[in-house]
Every structure is written in C-alpha cells, then in structure tokens.
C-alpha cells in the first residue's frame, strides 16, 4: 500500500532528522544586548508542499483498500470485546462503522508533525476502570488468540540522540493519574515499559495502544480507549471547537516561549496571545466538557454538571487576542527579516548546512551569501504567507466556537 510506505522512502525515522524536515519553523530565540534584540533562527529549508500533496492523494488511493483492512482490525475487536464484556469493555458499533479511519486531516497533520502516521486505522473501545490492569491485560491476551500483536517502539535516548539500544518498548501510552511502572507488573517486563504520563491539562485521559495486522506486518492499527460515550462526544466536540484553532496557532513560524522575546516586541505579543488563548479555551470548553463526560459515563452521583459556557466578555478578548497576533504579524517578519539577512546571520546559516560541513573548501565567496540571502529571503517571504493564511482561519474557527458557547442573551 503506497501510502503505508511513504515514511520509510521520504523520511528517516530518526528523531533528529525528523525534527529538521518536520513542518518550518523559524525557533526564533532573541537573546538581550542591551537595547538590542539579536537572533539566532533554524530557517526552514524545505517546502513540504509537493510532499504533502502526495500523502494527501496517495490516503485518497488507498482509502478503499485501508477500509478493507480496518474491518478486519473491527472484526477482531468485536469479538474480543464481545469475550470481555464482564470486565467493563464496550464496543460502539454505530462509531466505529462510522469513524474506522483517522480523518485525511489528521493524518497529514501527522505527517507534519512527526514525519508519518502509520496508524490511519483506529477503533474505539468504551472502558470504565481504566484502573483495572488486569482486565487490560485480558484483552491483550484475547487480541493476541486473535492473531494481533501489540506493536514495538524504539526510543531515543535524550542524552546522545541515538536509539536506545538492545531495548524496544510496547507502542502504547497510558494517559491515567495514578498508574506507574509498577502498576503494569502483571502484564510482564515489556509492557511495563509503556509511556505512562498524567491527563492533559484539559483533563483529557484515556489508553492508547497500537497492533500490527497478522497479515501485514507493516501496518498497525490503533485502539484508543474512553470512558464512554459521552467522553467520545466531548473528544469531537474539543476536537473541533478547542483543538483545531490551537493545532493551527502552533503552526505559525515563531517561537511559542514568551522567555525567548523582549517584552513588547511582535513576537512577545504573538507568543502571550497564543498562550492566553489557549488558556481560556481549555478553562471554559476542554476541562467542564470531559468533566461533565467522565461523570455521565461512570454514573457518579450528584456530580454537578459545569457549565460549558463563554461569557461575551471573555469571548471579545479571545477574539482580540487572535486578531492581535494578525496585527503584529507583518512587524514580526520585518523585524525577523532584517535581523537575518545580515551578513553574519547568512555566513552562519551557510556554515550549518550539509554541505559546508563535508566541503573542502570552506571559503564563502560573496556570490555564495548572495545566493543564500536570496534564499533566506524567499523562504521568510513564504513563511510571513503561510502564516498570515494560517492566523485569518484560526480567527473563522474561533469564530464558530464562540458562537457554539458564548452565553446568548
């Protein structure tokens, strides 16, 4: 299937190198010098449009056959639910025949991302005692009779880059307060290696676990486990009202780190905006939606039902917030712009490729840093579009999420 492929012919997996052909990004990090405000910029080097265009048409190509293999992966887990039923499984027919793939739009944001998306078909599975290891282990057991094996990860060790060696880790994440290594003890030495981590700020919790086909070894299909059918409704709802305008906010070309920028500056304002907005959209939409949804699943009684609401006040300086980052936008790139076009800016930006790193001659001729000026001038032209595209959908999606929850009269 050309589309499960396409990681292994276009990108490296190695975290390094994914990170240097993931989406641009400009990792502005201004350092203070008195009055002055100094870069030092990664600038993007490649234009993953032609790149995306293809991911885009090969899941089109592979859609139908995709589908095919996902009823198999659907077949499985009914049954296995089926089997475990008495300990707290569910499976949601109507959502799963419905949603048996990641949508085109997540997985090339994937792609984006991370450089592939190898799990495009996913199943969901109601769990209520996500506390319950033992059952979990019973449905690993029953996937595995089923001819599904739980897929290996390798990691990179932070401290040298490179792969951990001799080790491979179970691709699955747990996402629980309260589970540590030594909870997992019953499901034997490699699944204790799991990637156990807290609820998302917006209280988000859930397992995911990865399979490898029995007939394809190359293609994995996910299983993602809720609390119940509310919780999957929150998850669409957050998705599309909170999720969508902050995915597409931290695609903009600067640095996120308010640290990196002198107060008051472009990008001082474009960083303190994206946070606030982010801040407030999980406050009021993301924390009482999956709260609300976790008590309705488990049936906890007297449980008070928050509101999931923005008040017209909060809505307006959402919106000022966002239209704050387009209003700076174009002082950011001229400040950017100046700052790395400067001879020295270009004469480091030719030393850190490639190519000057296994050159003999390192001599930079004039005509060379011309050439790269260009270069990094075109690139930044390119990046101050995408991004000013970017910011104008963010402010529409906010749009319809603040018509979704803003108090009404």
Known sequence: MLISRLPQTNFNAHKKQQAQEAVPQ???RPQLQADTVSFGAKIPKYDKTFFMDAISR???????????AAKEFHRALKKVVNKLKAYGFEYDEAYNTKCPLKKKDSVLDKYERQGCAQDMIRGTIYWQDQQDVLAFKKFLDAMKEEGWSISRVRKIDPKTGNFIKGISFPDLEIRQEGLTTESLAPLGEFIQRAEISKPRESTYA????????????DHECEVIFLYGPHYKDAKELEHKFVYEPIRKLKKLHVDRNIEHHQKGSPGYVIASNFHEIQKRLIQFISQPLFTNAFNADLKIKDAEKLPVEISKSYAALIMNYAKGISKVLPSYYSQVTK?????????SSIKASPSYQIRPDK??????????RKEVKDRLAHCKERDTTKIAEVINDLKQTIDRFVIKD
């Open 58 to 68: 090969g899941y089109d190509s592979a859609e139908s056959s995709l589908i095919s």
């Open 339 to 347: 700052e790395l076009l400067k001879e020295e800016q270009i004469v």
């Open 26 to 28: 400009l990792h502005l």
């Open 206 to 217: 859930d397992w995911q676990v990865r399979f490898v086909s029995p007939k394809d070894k």
């Open 363 to 372: 001599t930079i001729s004039k005509r060379e840093i011309i050439e790269t």
